[in-house]
């Protein structure tokens, strides 16, 4: 059974940049899909990006051209790179691994 831990979130000003881990625990991290998703203070929780065991990757609109999503199966980790980030992206970012499988959140927080 799969279990992940999010680190990585914290207080950052408009147009700066963080990176998310996503440090998962058990057998058969490589085989599935890992997602990043947020949620915003009443909000519902919404995609922000996926890759599959391939490799390929998806994007939310809002994500394209600003986030990356990649994945270490070496090391069982998957990361979200932001960059020129908002202050409408402050949200709880949460892992996913297979559909199932969802860590604690971290909390991403973009103002000056």
């Known amino acids: 059974q799969v279990q992940l831990v999010e680190s990585g979130g914290g207080l950052v000003q408009p147009g700066g940049s963080l990176r998310l881990s996503c440090a998962a625990s058990g057998s058969g991290f490589r085989l599935g899909a890992v997602g990043w998703y947020r949620q915003a203070p009443g909000k519902q929780r919404e995609l922000v990006a996926l890759i599959f065991s391939t490799g390929s990757t998806n994007y939310a609109e809002f994500a394209k051209g600003r986030f990356t999503i990649s994945r270490d199966n070496a090391k069982n980790t998957a990361y979200l790179e932001m960059t020129s980030l908002k202050p409408e992206d402050t949200a709880v970012y949460y892992c996913?691994?297979?559909?199932?499988?969802w860590g604690q959140g971290t909390l991403v927080t973009v103002s000056s």
């Open positions: 996913n691994w297979g559909s199932v499988v």
